[in-house]
């Protein structure tokens, strides 16, 4: 038996929109086992700022394992413990957004191979927020 491909990807996953499934549908095409690392909410508001996120740690978790080809999602707090996870999972394609091409990717050398994924620029949370926040509907 051929054992299952282990494909990776995280982020904020905060508020999903086109781009966030154009990435997961993306990932799912290699077929195997899709793995979601998901900031924690303590992460994102150290990122973000201290209105993110939108939606709390165990909602995004929800909203992701509810796509169809997600296998499995797990919650990270710091750079270590995403370097743990990928280390225990060591994927076979590990996706990144286009905009981290060329930069050091925190636990790549657990991955076989890295993958990028050519971000849809009109699509972004913070966009999405900016927007709403200043009643543009």
Same mark, same amino acid.
């Given at each position: ?8 990807l995280n982020g904020c ?24 690392? %998901?900031?924690?909410?303590?992460? %994102? ?15 995004r978790v929800f909203n ?9 999602? %797990?919650?990270?707090?710091?750079? $270590? $413990? ?7 999972? +060591?994927?076979?394609?590990?996706? @990144? ?6 930069? $050091? ?8 191979? @890295? %993958?990028?994924? +050519?971000?849809?620029?009109k699509f972004s949370t913070?966009? @999405?927020? +900016?927007?709403? +926040?200043?009643?543009?509907?």
């Open positions: 038996k051929i054992p299952m491909k282990k494909v990776w996953f905060d508020v999903l929109h086109h781009g966030h499934f154009k990435l997961i549908q993306y990932a799912t095409s290699f077929g195997g086992q899709v793995i979601i690392g %998901v900031d924690s909410d303590e992460r %994102v508001k150290r990122m973000k700022g201290e209105d993110r996120p939108f939606h709390s740690e165990a909602e992701l394992k509810q796509i169809k080809g997600v296998d499995s999602v %797990v919650i990270f707090n710091s750079d $270590e $413990e995403l370097r743990e996870l990928l280390e225990r999972y +060591n994927p076979d394609k590990f996706i @990144i957004g286009s905009d981290y091409a060329g930069k $050091e990717i925190i636990g790549q050398e657990f991955a076989k191979q @890295i %993958v990028i994924f +050519n971000k849809l620029d913070t966009h @999405i927020l +900016n927007y709403a +926040n200043n009643d543009n509907r």
